[in-house]
């Protein structure tokens, strides 16, 4: 399956935030290390805009043999339509770029989840149950192909499937629940705030692989209280 993970330097929060150091590595090179765990990810291209703000994440992608496809800056939907035009898998996970402590292991429950069955869009995001940063879609990509341009709005081109969320009556999606609820907890890198806090939790947790409950348990009991 191929994975698509969705990058910037652009941000208005956290400029530049897909290179910046966590913990002794790039945080775009967490997401793509843990991603690359995954049984079922067989490619990953990073999928960024070929706007000037981006080519040193261009260029770090290529650097570490990762391949980068670049497209318009505002229209993000398209980006992915482009990627898919040309590829031979069919079907592809969509990952955020500020997901440095993504879980693969969630990442292999969901895409099992979409190949049991022939749904147009598996996901954990349509009802949030889980954290922000252990977001994942597993999508067919006929099905993206086919409705891309159905796709109108200026919000909707920027965020990719909010559009097939909106209209979920229309499709075959299939939405993962976490047994609790953590959707109020944050493990996404949007803020500098964000980034100290996932750098205090990643250095907290030093084991091979850390579940997402072990990060979701850690902020409770360290972040719980932060006023966001």
Not at 59 to 77: E, H, I, L, T, W
Not at 83 to 88: C, D, F, P, R
Request: net charge positive; with cysteine.
């Amino acid at each position: 399956m191929l994975c698509l993970i969705q990058a910037r330097m652009s941000s208005k929060r956290l400029p530049g935030k897909s290179l910046l150091y966590l913990n002794k590595k790039k945080l775009l090179s967490h997401v793509i290390e843990n991603v690359k765990k995954s049984k079922d990810i067989k490619k990953i291209i990073v999928v960024c805009s070929s706007s000037k703000s981006d080519d040193k994440l261009s260029n770090f992608c290529k650097n570490k043999s990762v391949s980068v496809f670049r497209g318009d800056q505002n229209n993000v939907a398209s980006r992915f339509f482009y990627v898919l035009k040309n590829t031979k898998f069919k079907s592809f996970v969509r990952i955020n770029g500020d997901s440095p402590i993504i879980d693969y292991k969630l990442i292999n429950i969901i895409t099992k989840k979409f190949n049991s069955k022939k749904h147009d869009i598996c996901t954990n995001v349509l009802k949030r149950t889980f954290p922000k940063g252990q977001s994942v879609e597993v999508i067919s990509k006929n099905f993206y192909i086919k409705n891309f341009n159905k796709i109108k709005s200026k919000s909707d081109l920027e965020h990719v499937t909010a559009y097939f969320y909106k209209n979920k009556k229309k499709f075959k999606i299939f939405n993962i629940n976490s047994k609790k609820n953590f959707s109020n907890i944050n493990l996404s890198v949007d803020t500098l705030q964000d980034f100290e806090r996932i750098s205090k939790l990643m250095k907290k947790n030093k084991t091979k692989h850390c579940s997402w409950i072990t990060y979701c348990l850690e902020y409770i009991k360290y972040f719980h209280n932060e006023k966001n």
